[in-house]
Structure formats: C-alpha cells, structure tokens
C-alpha cells in the first residue's frame, strides 16, 4: 500500500494505492459430534489471484494538540482481482462411488466500507 496523506491537521484526507495477493482456499474436515474433535481434514483447493486497487478516507483528530494521537478513521477501498477456482458448500458430492467436485471460477473484485480508530506513535 502506497498512502498520500498531510501529516497535520484537524481533517487529514487520503488516497491510497493498492495491490497485492488473494489466496483462496476450501478445506473439508470430518469431526466427532460427542466432543467436537477433528478427525480428518485435507485441503481440497486452493488459488492465489493478483489484486490491485485505490482508496480514499479522511482521518478525523479525536484529540487536541499538534502531535493528534487518536483519529477516526473512514474510507472506501475497491480492489480489482483476477479470476480464480474455488469451491462453495455442496461443490464436494459423491456420484458411484467417485468423489466429484463442481469447480466455480470468478472474478474476486472487493470493495470495502471502513470506519475505525487509528492510533498514532
């Protein structure tokens, strides 16, 4: 992440750039009912997509002074994905006696609403 922001002032808008890696996976785990131990698991399928994207928000001062510790922090972030395969409840069924797995494929675009407290040293 690259964040274009001032260091100073009551309101401190900023643009960020983004871009990074998504890692998907689907894992199937077999568990005891009586005491809810896990007797088997595996890894059936897994991707890695590029991610690349921009956001924006403002960082609110919570506290007077110059130096302003704490912030509200509210933005929006959109991240663009690649396409990657993976698999949902009921993608994993058994046909005579074959495992057989219904394999989807999307894009992995986000976007994300965020509103928090930023905390400064």
């Known amino acids: 992440m690259l964040r274009a922001q001032p260091r100073t002032g009551p309101v401190r808008p900023y643009f960020d ?12 785990s077999i568990s005891d009912l009586s005491d809810d131990e896990t007797i088997a698991s595996s890894t059936d399928l897994s991707d890695t997509a590029l991610s690349y994207g921009f956001g ?3 960082q609110i001062q919570l506290t007077k002074g110059p130096e302003a510790r704490i ?8 991240l ?5 395969v ?3 409840k009921g993608s994993i069924r058994e046909e005579n006696g074959v495992v057989v797995f219904d ?8 976007l994300a ?3 928090g407290v930023t905390f400064r040293f």
């Not at 912030?71 to 959109?78: A, I």
């Open 17 to 28: 750039g983004l871009i990074g890696l998504k890692h998907l996976f689907t894992k199937t």
């Open 56 to 58: 924006g928000g403002l």
């Open 71 to 78: 912030l509200l922090d509210t933005g929006v972030r959109y």
């Open 80 to 84: 663009r994905g690649a396409r990657a």
């Open 86 to 88: 993976y698999l949902k």
């Open 103 to 110: 394999v989807l494929s999307s894009r992995t675009d986000v």
């Open 113 to 115: 609403v965020q509103i």
